[in-house]
């Protein structure tokens, strides 16, 4: 399968415990974005790598929140001291550089996170 | 700032059934926009795109929408709805980094 993947699937944790969701994009794919999606939402936008670099985040992204994609490969978010609003599926999507205004980005399934 | 606005987060439609949702956008510029769709359980996949080649713009599964500048409109149409089409569907529009998304409608199908 050369889809992109995230891991764990499912998440669930005890408030103020620390979290991190792995994607792996499309290889090759140059842009990774993060986006987080709740009941009845459509997917809002977190951040979005260009190969390495981190190059927009959203208001969103509270400093409890990072994300890294330290080879321009996989990327990691990371969640500190996790909070019941941060229950949400988190989603992971790739794209090669040239189709940001074609719009296809390739996603993944989702990482889903509850926190108690 | 783009942004899309979708009407109705809930559609039923009879099977066999005309098939409409509605979406309008705001834009400083000419924008690229597009349909998503989400089937449960999976990941969310490109339905259509809009990039300024054609106003009636084609997709899969037999969805097409129609980009119309003066009602600032891109309303996604399927003549005849199937069972299978039960699904959420975003509208989105790109701001040349990343992908905006609204906020969704499901589409019910009723046999």
């Known amino acids: 399968d050369t889809g992109v993947s995230q891991n764990p699937r499912h998440k669930i944790t005890k408030r103020g415990q620390n979290v991190t969701f792995r994607c792996d994009p499309i290889s090759e794919h140059n842009r990774l974005y993060w986006y987080r999606q709740t009941l009845g939402q459509g997917p809002e936008f977190l951040t979005y790598f260009q190969n390495e670099a981190q190059l927009e985040k959203s208001r969103l992204l509270s400093d409890r929140f990072s994300a890294e994609r330290p080879k321009g490969s996989f990327s990691t978010l990371e969640i500190q001291r996790t909070e019941q609003g941060d229950s949400a599926m988190y989603l992971c999507?790739?794209?090669?550089?040239?189709?940001?205004?074609?719009?296809?980005?390739?996603f993944g399934e989702g990482s889903r996170l509850t926190v108690l | 700032a783009q942004s899309v606005t979708q009407l109705g987060s809930h559609v039923s439609v009879s099977e066999g059934a005309l098939v409409l949702l509605r979406c309008n956008y705001s834009s400083s510029v000419p924008p690229y926009l597009f349909w998503y769709v989400q089937y449960p359980n999976q990941g969310l996949q490109l339905l259509l795109k809009?990039?300024?080649?054609?106003?009636l713009v084609k997709g899969i599964n037999g969805f097409e929408a129609e980009f119309k500048k003066s009602e600032t409109s891109f309303h996604l149409t399927k003549p005849s709805a199937h069972m299978s089409d039960a699904a959420e569907y975003f509208c989105a529009v790109s701001d040349s980094r990343k992908i905006i998304f609204g906020k969704g409608t499901r589409l019910h199908i009723l046999p």
């Open positions: 809009y990039t300024s080649a054609a106003t």
């Open positions: 999507a790739s794209s090669p550089l040239e189709n940001v205004n074609t719009g296809e980005l390739f």
